[in-house]
Structure formats: C-alpha cells, structure tokens
C-alpha cells in the first residue's frame, strides 16, 4: 500500500507528523514570512497555473509541478522543523531556508460530524490555514514556533473548526522570514488521517470528457 492511502489515527490534540504532502516556493530576498502571508506563492511559482484557491479545494497529486518542485510526502519530526522535513524528502539541500513557503496538505477523515473542534497551530513565522476550501485561520507574523505542545492548550493559537463526515481538506500554510520554520498542528477531535486527493480532483479537466459529456446532454 502507497504512503498516500495508508491511514493514520491521530493521537487527539497531539501535533500531526504526518505523512502531509509538502509543496515549497521561495520569495523573493527579504519579503518571507509576515510580508508573504497573503501572498499567492504557488501562482507565483507556477506563473499563474496552480494557486492557493485550487490546491486548498482540490488537493494535489504526488509528483504534480509547481515551478521546479514536485509534490512530495513526508513527515515531520518531532520538533516540526519543516526544513529538515523537506531535506529529507530531497525537496532542498538548502539546510537553513530563508525566504520561503511551504504548503502541506493533509485529508482529515472523520467517521461523524463534529462542529466547533478546537484546532491549534504554531508556526515559524507566519501561517494560514484552509478547511474544505475556506480559509479558518491567519497569523501575519514573525515569530518562533515555541516548544511541543503537551496538549491542545500549549499550541500558540486555537479556533474552532467543523469537521464534515468523511474527507476533510486541510492545507497550511507557512512562511519563513529567517531563522528556524517549521509548524504544529493539532485537533481535539477523534480522526484519521491520510494524502489520497483522489475524491477531491476533477475527474478529467476542462474541454474533455467533462464538456463531451455536456454537449451529448444538451443535443438531446
């Protein structure tokens, strides 16, 4: 079975090692972190083909493009340092990355609805974080990530969630001025997790089967 669809139980409040799938993009010198925040760092990288928008609704695929990376798995260490995670992952060789974003996506599966979970984050530096295609949390920022959160109270931030029954998208994102980056993230809720997008991708793209199918239906 393939790391994307082997399923994890998460430990309730703890941070989420993952695997997540991991997507980077460098800033431009001097404008990482609080300055990016609200910058579409995958339209950047890409030239305008993939953005925040469509990966936070749609997920990705390993090994799909953005610039001169790849999707790739990986998980976190114990610390959350998100540059060692994506050295690891032989995204980088650059040991201490400044200036850049990353984006890691995770499918939060629930066997129930469960409205009003907490979630926490910390993050180095500064972090965005997306639910079903919606964003949930922002923290414009330049900060350290602080130490293991021992519970869902010991994350820098906490607000509340809805989980759906079944697939949940989550996407986070962090981006780096300097220094050390990496995240936690944790939620008080009863969930496994995995990286199969399968359900969430269009099944074929625009001006195929999909507008075939749309043009036999309306000749009849």
């Given at each position: 079975m393939s790391v994307s669809v082997m399923a994890h139980i998460a430990d309730a409040e703890e941070p989420i090692a993952g695997p997540w799938l991991w997507m980077i993009a460098p800033t431009d010198a001097g404008v990482?972190?609080?300055?990016?925040?609200?910058?579409?760092?995958?339209?950047?990288?890409s030239k305008g083909k993939v953005t925040e928008e469509m990966v936070a609704k749609n997920g990705a695929k390993e090994g799909d493009e953005v610039g001169d990376y790849e999707w790739t798995p990986g998980e976190l260490p114990a610390n959350g340092d998100i540059n060692v995670c994506v050295v690891?992952?032989?995204?980088?060789?650059?040991a201490d990355f400044n200036d850049v974003t990353?984006?890691?996506?995770?499918?939060?599966?629930?066997?129930?609805k469960q409205s009003g979970v907490t979630m926490g984050t910390s993050s180095d530096d500064s972090l965005k974080v997306w639910l079903n295609g919606e964003e949930v949390h922002r923290m414009a920022v330049n900060r350290?990530?602080?130490?293991l959160p021992a519970n869902i109270n010991g994350y820098q931030d906490r607000f509340e969630v809805d989980l759906k029954k079944g697939a949940n998208l989550l996407m986070v994102?962090?981006?780096?001025?300097?220094?050390?980056?990496?995240?936690?993230?944790?939620?008080?809720?009863?969930?496994?997790?995995h990286i199969d997008f399968d359900g969430f991708q269009p099944v074929e793209p625009a001006g195929k089967?999909?507008?075939?199918w749309a043009q036999i239906k309306n000749a009849h």
């Open positions: 990482g972190g609080q300055a990016s925040t609200d910058v579409d760092s995958l339209d950047e990288e690891n992952i032989k995204m980088t060789k650059v990353s984006y890691a996506l995770l499918i939060i599966e629930s066997s129930k350290g990530r602080g130490g994102k962090v981006s780096e001025r300097g220094g050390g980056w990496g995240q936690y993230v944790g939620i008080d809720a009863d969930f496994e997790h089967l999909a507008t075939q």
